[in-house]
């Protein structure tokens, strides 16, 4: 597998808190991207990064914020959690010569 | 954007007979199409993809078509096993290295003895 990691694998946070999740890789692979996975929606893309500090939106962005300050990790935040962002979130990277995205664990989030 | 349709939803086969699995996609500029397992609790994992400029690609047991006038391409799984249970996601993208991957809604497929 893929080195890539994600942290917390678990956490359940009240409504109206910040909450950031953290993806770490060691493929020192340039891009990196967050999806959420809820039932009937598949995996939708949230944010993605093409580079340290380089980001851009998805398709479900709204509420999340990301960072990304050294190339191994990729943070995803949640500025104000809300009960529709419970969720299973996977980040995943792919390659520059690749096109095949590797996955981490995924985090289950639950917004109370 | 792209929007990636799939059917069927659910899908029951005896072991050892064939499942296929269909997806369509919006976007003609879309040109790499990978097919993604996934076993409940776990990540997702790559089994096949397609390139636009390939019509077919075999993998043992496993192949998929792809049809760019129709926009469809399709998952075939032969001599079904307990072990293929789990649900497939079909996804689109213009490739290369940023690889943003619009899926599909997912199948869980389901092998009986």
């Known amino acids: 597998d893929a080195g890539i990691t994600q942290s917390p694998r678990h956490k359940v946070t009240e409504t109206g808190t910040p909450v950031t999740l953290r993806c770490h890789q060691t493929e020192n692979h340039r891009y990196m991207y967050w999806y959420r996975q809820d039932p009937g929606h598949g995996l939708r893309l949230i944010h993605y990064?093409?580079?340290?500090?380089?980001?851009d939106k998805g398709e479900v962005s709204d509420g999340y914020s990301v960072s990304r300050s050294k190339t191994e990790d990729f943070l995803l935040t949640l500025e104000s959690a809300t009960s529709s962002q419970t969720s299973v979130y996977f980040c995943?990277?792919?390659?520059?010569?690749?096109?095949?995205?590797?996955f981490g664990q995924g985090t289950r989030l639950t917004v109370v | 954007g792209e929007n990636v349709e799939q059917h069927p939803s659910t899908l029951s086969v005896q072991e050892g007979d064939s499942a296929v699995i269909k997806c369509t996609y919006s976007?003609?500029?879309?040109?790499?199409f990978p097919w993604y397992k996934q076993e409940l609790g776990k990540r997702p994992q790559l089994i096949i993809d397609i390139r636009s400029n390939v019509g077919e690609k075999k993998d043992q047991r496993i192949a998929v078509t792809l049809n760019k006038t129709a926009k469809h391409f399709s998952l075939h799984i032969t001599e079904t096993q307990p072990e293929d249970s789990a649900v497939y996601f079909c996804?689109?993208?213009?490739?290369?290295?940023?690889?943003?991957?619009?899926f599909g809604t997912g199948t869980q497929l389901k092998v009986e003895l």
């Open positions: 990064s093409y580079g340290v500090k380089d980001t």
């Open positions: 995943a990277i792919t390659g520059e010569a690749s096109t095949e995205a590797f």
């Open positions: 996804a689109a993208s213009i490739g290369g290295g940023g690889n943003k991957l619009t």
């Open positions: 976007d003609s500029a879309s040109n790499y």
